[in-house]
């Protein structure tokens, strides 16, 4: 099985200031059929389902602001926030789905405005 | 715009089996490239795949290894839908549970979440 881990466990940035989550696979995720990392970012909001914000480990889903971003290939990967907003209060979680059909989420990472 | 909308029970007695159901709009249960999946939280498990349906000119189901003595997902064409049953159920599969839509792109569309309490 492919184990996700993710760090920190919690964050408090300043609004206006770069959050960054950093996923970590146990095995590369790489690949997938078309030769595109298999790592998708969620946020999810109290009370809420979690909401789909990058796939391909680097694509924006339709509708999510352009200050979410992902970076990374192979084990590691990141999610930034450039600007934090109010709105962005959450916990995030990375996923693989690179080894159907197993798909695992990591931990979750917690973001609050400091 | 897809929706899933679920219903079924909330509390279920230790030993006997959980039901659950989730109605599509703005999309097919038949789609080829999508799978319909069931997912639970908790805060001891985290979140967890548990299986799913799909479409590709024949009906298939894969299911997570942690659960796949007890658990069961139909598609319903006629009415639109898919269902879960997770039978013997303990303490442990308390969860939120949420039907979600699956593309080769990660998890995009979810349901808005059952509470199941699995107690006496």
């Known amino acids: 099985d492919i184990v996700m881990t993710q760090s920190p466990d919690s964050l408090a940035v300043s609004l206006g200031e770069r959050a960054t989550i950093n996923c970590k696979s146990s095995?590369?995720?790489?690949?997938?059929?078309?030769?595109?990392?298999?790592l998708g970012w969620y946020q999810q909001k109290a009370g809420q389902p979690p909401k789909l914000l990058i796939y391909?480990?680097?694509t924006r889903e339709s509708g999510v602001p352009d200050r979410f971003s992902g970076s990374g290939s192979g084990t590691d990967f990141t999610l930034t926030i450039s600007s934090l907003q109010a709105e962005d209060v959450a916990v995030y979680y990375c996923?693989?789905?690179?080894?159907?059909?197993?798909?695992?989420f990591g931990p979750g990472t917690k973001v609050d405005i400091k | 715009q897809v929706q899933l909308q679920q219903s079924g029970q909330g509390l279920v007695k230790p030993s006997q089996t959980l039901s659950l159901t989730c109605a599509i709009s703005g999309d097919s249960v038949s789609t080829s490239g999508v799978a319909w999946n069931w997912i639970r939280q908790s805060p001891s498990r985290g979140i967890e795949w548990l299986g799913r349906?799909?479409?590709?000119?024949?009906?298939?189901?894969d299911y997570a290894i942690s659960v796949k003595s007890r658990i069961t997902i139909n598609p319903d064409t006629s009415k639109n839908q898919f269902s879960l049953q997770l039978n013997s159920v303990t303490p442990e599969d308390t969860a939120v549970y949420y039907c979600?839509?699956?593309?080769?792109?990660?998890?995009?569309?979810w349901g808005q979440g059952t509470l199941v309490t699995v107690s006496s």
């Open positions: 391909w480990a680097s």
């Open positions: 095995q590369s995720v790489l690949s997938c059929s078309n030769n595109k990392n298999c």
């Open positions: 996923q693989q789905y690179s080894s159907p059909p197993l798909f695992t």
């Open positions: 979600v839509r699956g593309k080769m792109s990660a998890f995009d569309y």
């Open positions: 349906t799909y479409y590709e000119s024949q009906w298939y189901n």
